[in-house]
């Protein structure tokens, strides 16, 4: 058999070898896809690690919103208004005792009530008048004086008992309704037998114990006791703040309206208290979230780093062979270190879309079970591949430095 | 005068003067030395020797896989040691061809694929890749082999595969290392026809073995010893 073959002239002019990059990827993918069991681990091993990482940025999102949410729906909807300190010489500015009524008209209230600091000079609380010296009896606790909307504005929930009402507090009525702290640590469980307290020489009957209150939380352990007896026996001069409850989304505009209804003479002198920019705090409480999620998610990463790296370098070793080949068929050793990092890049790359979507599936799943709203920034899962080809580039930089610098001829020598 | 002059003294393929190589610096194993050879375009030149003589390491240099540790080989009138890697890598892809006696084919891909990588090296033209490979097949008689993976052929099918291989870039020189030392008498015969036919087209040959058989199809033998020219006839 006789096979023509065509003659080059001699040229000085070397023409260096080269590569497309089309047949460096195909050469890339076709070398990763040749041992498919152990691509598919070594894959899994980033994906489990993007998957940690984007399910633990979702999850903090999606758990973090909802706690806010929640904060959210409770702070935006409270206002407390107080009076300013006057200037000196200048008459005091004093909220009126029918705030709570004046407000109640505005649209968007739900309640309004006032809240004072009865000061009681040294005067300590007791439940019982037999002075034990074997155990305390005697506590320093805070006494409020409180209208009786005030209840509902803080969203007071009564565990026994009753709460004050108008009655009492225009008879200037001597009765107490107590904090569960303030039951705690005076030993009044429940009020079936008329338990009485002491403040200083005063003595008041507790008509009710609070279970809990989800607004001026201060008052879990105090006394609370009506306007018209801390007046009386007291002598307060006007309530220290107005508390009030408003309907979603009413709390900024009522808090514009709201010191001109209680002194339409001197709003200026009232200071409104509204709810923090809900968004300053969701980026705080995420932030928290984020910093310790992304720590759990970049331990993950960095053992599918490993992975990966651990992998090629084997992969390295096994194919000494065909690296020697390729040298041979004029590769050089940019074209073997290129086509190793994009194998192990590509390996990245295909976890972090594996991971993705299984991070966000993560998410999803949970968020359902939970009956919460899932909330993924879009840009987690779109970065997740680029990440996960970072860390294969790092990862395979190693074995594909080691797989470049291997001389041709021992190469060769090792055999396919 | 001068293309006159040029036809009267061809420059040759291969010219080695004084070449060595040398192992290692602090006890150094001498592998070559002071080797001076000359291979003509066309020309099929066999080397023989024992194991351990030299020969693939000879075979090594004149095929840019390794570089002396001294004198002078000139590649068709160029200084070799003058090129960079990359130009010598070029030399590789384009114009030398490699056929070993382990083949040296990936498992892994097809016959197509793997004649087809000779290529990818080359920067040749992705259009038409696969016709040119499946020309390179037939023309070693293995056109109905294309799709097959290379552990599901015979060694002597293999060896056709890797030659269609060093072929399809259309090499100036082809160095075959023990062509024929992985194959039965009647496989060889067939792999020496095909080589035969390859001198015959003109293509320059140099073969290492220690097989007698093969080395009297070359037109001339290079007996190398202890990394000396002992003999050339």
Redesign the interface.
């Known amino acids: 058999m006789t096979v023509k073959i065509a003659r080059r002239p001699p040229a000085q002019d070397v023409e260096p070898s080269g590569m497309w990059a089309h047949d460096l990827l195909r050469e890339a993918v076709a070398g990763l896809f040749a041992r498919p069991v152990r691509m598919a681990l070594t894959v899994l091993g980033t994906m489990i690690g993007l998957a940690a990482l984007v399910a633990t940025l979702g999850l903090s999102r999606t758990a973090g919103n909802q706690i806010i949410a929640r904060f959210d729906e409770l702070a935006a909807t409270e206002i407390t208004v107080s009076a300013k300190p006057a200037p000196e010489g200048a008459p005091a500015n004093e909220l009126p005792w029918d705030g709570p009524a004046r407000i109640a008209r505005l649209n968007g209230v739900v309640a309004a009530g006032t809240l004072s600091n009865v000061d009681v000079g040294e005067a300590l609380v007791a439940a019982t008048t037999i002075r034990d010296p074997q155990r305390r009896t005697e506590f320093k606790l805070a006494v409020q004086a409180a209208s009786p909307s005030m209840f509902t504005a803080v969203r007071a929930k009564l565990r026994t008992g009753r709460l004050p009402d108008e009655g009492h507090s225009k008879r200037a009525e001597r009765v107490a309704v107590l904090g569960p702290n303030a039951a705690e640590q005076l030993g009044i469980a429940e009020v079936g037998r008329l338990p009485a307290i002491s403040i200083g020489d005063e003595v008041f009957l507790v008509v009710g114990i609070l279970d809990s209150v989800q607004r001026k939380h201060a008052l879990s352990s105090a006394v609370i006791i009506p306007e018209g007896i801390a007046r009386r026996l007291y002598h307060l001069p006007a309530p220290e703040s107005v508390v009030i409850e408003t309907k979603v989304g009413a709390a900024s505009l009522l808090s514009r309206q709201v010191p001109t209804a209680l002194r339409p003479d001197n709003p200026s002198g009232l200071k409104v208290a509204v709810p923090e920019q809900p968004q300053t705090l969701r980026a705080g409480v995420r932030s928290d979230l984020d910093v310790l999620f992304l720590m759990l998610g970049g331990v993950s990463l960095l053992v599918g780093a490993i992975g990966i790296a651990n992998v090629t370098l084997v992969s390295v070793m096994e194919r000494v062979g065909e690296i020697g080949l390729r040298r041979a068929l004029g590769a050089t050793r940019r074209h073997i270190a290129a086509q190793f990092l994009l194998e192990s890049a590509t390996m990245g790359v295909l976890g972090g879309i594996f991971g993705a979507s299984a991070g966000m599936l993560v998410v999803v799943g949970v968020a359902t079970y939970q009956k919460w709203t899932p909330v993924i920034d879009p840009i987690i899962p779109l970065l997740a591949p680029v990440i996960g080809g970072l860390v294969g580039v790092l990862a395979g930089a190693y074995p594909a430095l080691r797989a470049a610098r291997l001389e041709p001829v021992d190469a060769l020598r090792s055999g396919t | 005068m001068a293309e006159a002059a040029a036809h009267t003294a061809p ?1 040759p393929m291969i010219r080695l003067a004084g070449i060595g190589r040398r192992y290692g610096t602090v006890a150094p194993v001498v592998a070559l030395r002071g080797i001076d050879l000359e291979v003509r ?1 066309g020309e099929w030149v066999a080397v023989v020797g024992a194991s351990g003589s030299g020969k693939t390491t000879l075979l ?1 240099i004149v ?1 840019c ?2 570089r002396q540790s001294g004198g002078t080989y000139w590649f ?3 200084d070799v040691a003058a ?5 010598r ?7 030398i061809g ?1 056929i ?1 006696q ?8 097809t016959v197509l ?1 793997n004649v087809m ?2 290529e ?4 040749q033209p ?1 259009a038409g890749r696969a016709d040119r490979a499946r020309a390179a097949l037939a ?1 070693v008689d293995l056109d109905s082999r294309t799709d097959f993976l290379p552990t599901r052929l015979s060694g002597g099918e293999r060896q056709r595969v890797a030659i269609a ?1 060093a ?1 399809l870039n ?1 090499p ?1 020189l082809l160095l075959c290392d023990e062509p024929t030392g992985n194959l039965d008498s009647v496989t060889t015969d067939s792999i020496l ?2 080589l ?3 001198h ?4 320059t040959i140099i073969t290492i073995t220690h097989d007698a058989g093969v080395a009297v199809r070359a037109e001339r033998q290079v007996r190398l010893a202890d990394g000396q020219i002992v003999g050339a006839r």
């Not at chain 2, 890598?89 to 114009?95: D, E, M, N, W």
């Not at chain 2, 382990?102 to 891909?109: E, I, N, P």
């Not at chain 2, 015959?200 to 293509?203: C, D, K, S, V």
Request: charged letters at 30%; hydrophobic letters at 40%.
């Open positions: 420059i375009a090594n095929g896989l390794d068709d009138g160029i090129l960079s890697d990359r130009q890598a070029g030399l590789r892809s384009r114009r490699f070993f382990s083949f040296h084919l990936l498992a892994h891909r694929e990588l000779a990818a090296y080359a920067r992705r023309a291989r072929l259309g100036d026809e095909l035969d036919g390859l015959r087209g003109g293509l």
